[in-house]
């Protein structure tokens, strides 16, 4: 196996994944530790260094399998969601968190030391985060780990979105940021990847990987409808109905939804050149 992509392979010249043995040299193998994040929101690192610039995000109660951690305090580490593989802080980490019960269900949530709102909030959560509930005390879940938030921010842990456009119209207005994932900051291939996923559909991290691996092509002319994916070099944005685009994007520094041709004809005439493919989930 030669040429593999290191963004989802968790493979060095000098260390491996026991599982890439006799696949992919390296001078150890290792079989990884599984571990939860812990932290609201944690950036992903291309290398263990506080400046290096951020290829993903990881959100509260992710799993991720840790294959070493070294001596300043960096985790390299692949994603149990995508696949995804990178440096984070070990402190964002934990070995001992349990199963998550719900997720968060709101653009992000409170954490409270007490049932009541009024109560001075202990941390956020984003939406999507995993958490823990074992015990509800009126209106408010009861976390594992510490805090109560109010329930009806949560839903079942296996509960699956029926619309993932919907889920990506609720970040409407949220910043545009390279590598984020949460309602801080996202970026357009995280804010497709945040819909689909919320409906149950595997979906890669970046929009190279998602033209390749999602749906079937259809034509860039169109006609186009609700849920198609429209892909230009390095960048990527869904359909809400047959002439509307939602993106995350760097022109108006913000999710926004703008007609289709607009947006085309902005980003071909900035180096971004044509539509390059429409991908289409289902039938």
Known sequence: MTGFDRRIT???PDLAAAHLEGRIPAARYVAGRPMRVIAPVTPMRPEPVPDAGIDTELLHGEAVMVYEVNDEGWAWVQAESDG????VSEDALS????????AVALSRCFVFPGASIKLPPLRWLPFGARLTATD????????????????RALRPAGEKASDPVAVSEAFLGTPYLWGGRSSLGLDCSALVQTGLMAAGIACPRDSDMQAAELGRDVATTGPFR???????KGHVG????????LHANAH??????EPLA???ARIETRDGGPVLRVKRLGQ
Do not use: K, N, Q
Not at 84 to 87: D, K, L, T
Not at 137 to 150: I, P
Not at 252 to 257: E, N, P, Q, T
């Open 226 to 232: 609700r849920g198609d994916l429209v892909f230009w």
């Open 136 to 151: 509800m005390r009126g209106d408010f879940a009861v976390l594992a780990d510490g805090g109560f938030v109010y329930a």
């Open 238 to 245: 869904i359909m809400r109905d047959a002439e509307t685009l």
């Open 95 to 102: 070995a001992t968190s349990p199963e998550p019960t719900h």
């Open 262 to 264: 607009e947006a085309a």
């Open 10 to 12: 968790p493979a060095r």
């Open 252 to 257: 108006h520094m913000a999710v926004v939804s």
């Open 84 to 87: 995804y593989v990178g440096w």
